[in-house]
């Protein structure tokens, strides 16, 4: 199961942190595929189009991403972060809590 959690501090965007694979196939996982691709898509555009600052831990063998910024987040990340959540909420709907769990917390 891949567990995504994204924490917020008064509705603004602070860390994205998934640990865990799918598991949804032996040999496709799309499961584990769109959620690799909707994170690793929204990382590239907010280091590509905006100038938030950021920290990034990986580690594929466990799949853990660990994304935390480092800095006020502009309006341009909070809308690509939106958007993430809402292409995570979209998964879960599609193929359950069984392979994707997701939470959010306020700190």
Do not use: P, W
């Given at each position: ?19 865990g ?12 595929a769109?959620?690799s691709a909707?994170?690793?898509n929204?990382i ?7 100038e938030?600052?950021?920290?990034i ?5 466990r799949?853990?991403?660990d ?21 995570i ?8 809590e ?10």
């Amino acid at each position: 199961m891949i567990s995504v959690t994204v924490t917020r501090d008064k509705g603004e965007f602070r860390r994205l942190y998934l640990l865990g694979h799918a598991d949804y196939a032996d040999t496709d996982d799309i499961v584990c595929a769109a959620i690799s691709a909707l994170v690793l898509n929204t990382i590239n555009a907010i280091e590509v189009f905006t100038e938030d600052k950021f920290s990034i831990g990986q580690d594929q063998k466990r799949g853990m991403i660990d994304f935390q910024f480092t800095e006020t987040v502009s309006h341009d990340s909070h809308l690509l972060m939106e958007t993430l959540v809402l292409g995570i909420q979209k998964i879960v709907d599609s193929y359950g809590e069984t392979y994707v769990s997701f939470d959010t917390q306020e700190v």
